[in-house]
């Protein structure tokens, strides 16, 4: 067969091999091991694809079988009934006395097209963006709650829907549990379903809680603003959206700072979602809503707003009549109030003083008496558990308690006498200095520097813990200035935390309620008597009773005492007066009067020594009345070898030298922390001496008051007593001049 001319036959030039050699193929063995990971590769993948699919098959079933499981429990849905009235809440005295009757307005139901559009808008900005996009549960709502909770960007979220706090107001309890939230989202599913919208939206409007007693816009509108909720403006409607966060904390006339600050945030939502333009959020931010004022209305309604406010805590949602008995006393009440009342009348002008708060409990914690105000109808506010303001000395005898715990006792001596810390310079009411003073008469004269002296002893950091062991629950700034009540607090903590001074060193648990039942008779809720335990050992309670004995018999509110009673306490007085405090007590009752300004403006001198103390006079002596006289703890903690020093213990030898013409004896060497007699080791602290950071004082604080800016700290910033700067270390300061006249007494010791 002839070949093909156009066959091409291969050539083998000399390294010319390119176009004719062949790929080259793996051996055998490479291709075995290649084989298996290809193959391990694609049954990794198919796995994991296996498992995910059966995971999530595995957790459809589990969260089918907890909606069956928890949807088995509610009632029938078809039985579901929407409550035709709100209840009504009566609150009882401790003696069974009608103290105040909150019976819950509903207002009458308002269609949603008889409101302005911007009011439904307001609810939806705020608390359901995406009200028309869900089936009643968000998915991506939560997960952006949960991004943002765990990022900590714009406080802490929420994720439920407006359809599931109806669900939620409507038909369960206020806890928050696991099961609650499924029942929740159960029967927001099937509102959505029975429900359109629209209908939900109205539901939700007409039936949730806005404070105060008001259920349902309509009711809200009268109740705040004076009229209904088709007529209200889009400032008044931010106020009423807010709400919905903390209806009894935000409502406007009990908290108008809180209400308008958290109108502006839903203004701003609103315009951020395009429902009104930044013109009109602007005309809205300038011209905010204002609630109505009460007329007639006593100081009960501070007691009874707090027991509402712990009500919601107590019992949770309420769909019943229910009586309420509480610790209040309708008599000391009344003498609380009138206390108050007359002499903020009789002096508030001259000390310029325009508010007020009074505040008793007994030793075990129950509140007898709360006063938020001088008038509830010109504002609700209740200082006495929502002001927090400076105690100043009032304050101390948390300090000199560490002291004394940290090994000093009433009789050690320390120095009164200037002080500089780091440039700052604590003093003395009078501007004057007394040299080496016990403890006992430091503390009964409120000498500021032998406070700083003790604080810095024992360490800051270990006052504030000792402030919050005995019952303050606010934040203490940890520095130097803390000795001197710079940490503002409540008035309602701080005698709670005086409280363990009179029952013998127990830490008590501020409570106004008793019982809660239904109109029935059935219980919902009692109080089981119950503490916080021992913060106090007994000779340290034994001590400080001793020392704030002197207050009231020698020192800075000699002006307080009860006759027949034994009585204890301590006054304050914030920098340039701007609060004015004592806080006193016996075996039965303790009690605390603040006085100053809503704006923190200085009063005439108004001091804890003066005005405070004759309120507190006033009502002890009216509320103690025909009760049973009680001693206050005390015990022996005084040591036999530790005497006094020659120029505390025996001041007549001076006068005996005038007369003899014999010198004085001089005066034996001797430690200046005296040992108390068999007292236990004091409680690990571990922060005696280190040093926290100063922060700075607060700006209106005169000069030489003012503390230096924080700075880092040396370990010996914070010393002993014998390295604390003495009377020699500083130039002593002058007496200041044009000061009222005053008597000697007044002179060196002040006000407190």
């Known amino acids: 067969m002839a070949r093909s001319d156009k066959r091409r036959e291969p050539r083998f030039d000399d390294g010319d091999y390119g176009e004719l050699r062949a ?45 069956a499981y928890y949807g088995s429990r509610l009632p029938p849905i078809d039985q579901l009934a929407v409550p035709k009235r709100p209840p009504n809440i009566a609150i ?84 928050r549990t696991i099961s609650r939230k499924i029942q929740e989202a159960i029967l927001a599913l099937w509102l959505e379903r029975k429900y359109s919208k629209d209908q939900i939206l109205e539901l939700y409007l007409n039936r949730v809680y806005f404070g105060s007693g008001a259920y349902g816009v309509e009711a809200a509108a009268e109740r705040y603003f004076g009229h209904g909720a ?219 520097t032998v406070a700083v002296r003790v604080g810095l002893e024992v360490g800051p950091k270990t006052v504030a813990k000792t402030a919050h062991r005995l019952g303050v629950q606010s934040d203490l700034q940890a520095n130097a200035s803390i000795a001197l009540g710079t940490s503002e607090v409540t008035p309602l903590e701080l005698v709670a935390a005086y409280t363990p001074f009179a029952n013998g060193g127990i830490a008590v648990q501020p409570h106004a309620i008793l019982r809660v039942k239904t109109a029935a008779g059935k219980t919902l809720y009692q109080r089981r008597s119950a503490s916080l335990g021992r913060v106090i050992a007994p000779q340290y309670v034994a001590m400080m009773n001793d020392m704030m004995r002197e207050t009231l018999l020698t020192g800075t509110a000699r002006k307080a005492a009860l006759p027949g009673w034994e009585a204890a306490g301590k006054t304050g007085t914030s920098q340039d007066f701007r609060d004015a405090w004592f806080v006193g007590y016996t075996g039965r009752l303790i009690a605390g009067v603040w006085l100053g300004n809503d704006d923190n403006s200085p009063t005439k001198r108004a001091s804890g020594g003066n005005l405070p103390v004759e309120i507190w006079s006033r009502f002890m002596n009216l509320a103690l009345k025909g009760e049973p006289v009680a001693g206050l703890p005390s015990g022996a903690w005084r040591s036999e070898n530790a005497a006094l020093p020659e120029e505390i213990a025996r001041p007549i030898d001076d006068l005996f030298g005038l007369f003899t013409g014999e010198s ?24 005696a001496y280190e040093p926290p950071p100063m922060a700075d004082a607060p700006q ?48 060196l010791f002040g006000g407190g």
């Open 92 to 175: 009882l005295d401790v003696n069974g006395e009608l103290l105040a009757n909150r019976g819950d307005t509903g207002g009458a139901a308002v269609r949603l097209a008889d409101l302005p559009p911007y009011v439904p808008k307001a609810f939806i900005a705020i608390e359901d963006r995406r009200f028309y996009a869900h089936w009643g549960v968000d998915p991506i709502g939560i997960g952006r709650a949960v991004v943002r909770n765990v990022t900590g960007r714009g406080g802490m979220q929420g994720g439920s829907t407006l359809t599931q706090q109806l669900a939620k107001n409507l038909f369960l309890t206020q806890e």
């Open 230 to 448: 088709s007529t209200i403006t889009l400032s008044e409607a931010a106020v009423l959206a807010g709400l919905m966060k903390a209806p009894s904390k935000l409502a406007p006339d009990r908290n108008p700072e809180g209400a308008a600050e958290r109108a502006a945030q839903v203004i701003a939502a609103m315009a951020q979602e395009g429902h009104i333009t930044e013109a009109v959020a602007k005309a809205a931010l300038a011209h905010p809503a204002a609630a109505r004022r009460d007329v007639g209305a006593g100081s009960i309604n501070y007691a009874a707003d707090y027991v509402m406010d712990m009500l919601d805590d107590t019992v949770g949602a309420i769909d019943r009549d229910i009586v309420v008995t509480t610790t209040i006393d309708s008599r000391m009440q009344m003498a609380a109030e009138g206390a108050l009342k007359q002499a903020l009348d009789e002096k508030g002008g001259k000390f310029g003083v325009g508010q007020g708060a009074l505040v008793a409990i007994d030793p075990t914690g129950a509140i007898r008496a709360l006063v938020g105000g001088r008038d509830y109808a010109q504002s609700q506010f209740n200082r006495a558990v929502s002001a927090k303001r400076q105690p100043g000395s009032a304050f101390k005898p948390f300090v000199y308690l560490a002291g004394l715990e940290q090994g000093l006792t009433p009789d050690t001596v320390r120095e009164d006498g200037p002080l500089n810390i780091k440039g700052w310079r604590p003093e003395n009411y009078s501007r004057q200095y007394l040299g080496p003073v016990t403890l006992t008469k430091a503390l009964s004269l409120s000498l500021n």
């Open 664 to 687: 004085r004896p001089a005066a034996q060497p001797q430690s200046a922390r005296p040992a108390p007699a068999q007292l236990p080791p004091p409680p690990p602290q571990g922060d």
């Open 23 to 67: 790929e080259r193929r793996p051996s055998p063995r490479a291709r075995a091991r290649k084989a298996p990971r290809r193959r391990r590769s694609r049954s990794f993948f198919g796995a994991l694809i296996y498992w995910s699919v059966t995971m999530a098959l595995w957790g459809a079933i589990a969260a089918g079988g907890l909606a």
């Open 700 to 747: 209106d604080w005169p000069a030489h008051d003012r503390p230096p800016p924080s700075a880092s700290r040396a370990p010996d910033d914070f010393l002993p007593p014998e390295d604390i700067p003495t009377v020699g270390s500083i130039e002593r300061p002058r007496q200041r001049r044009g000061a009222p006249e005053r008597n000697i007494f007044e002179e």
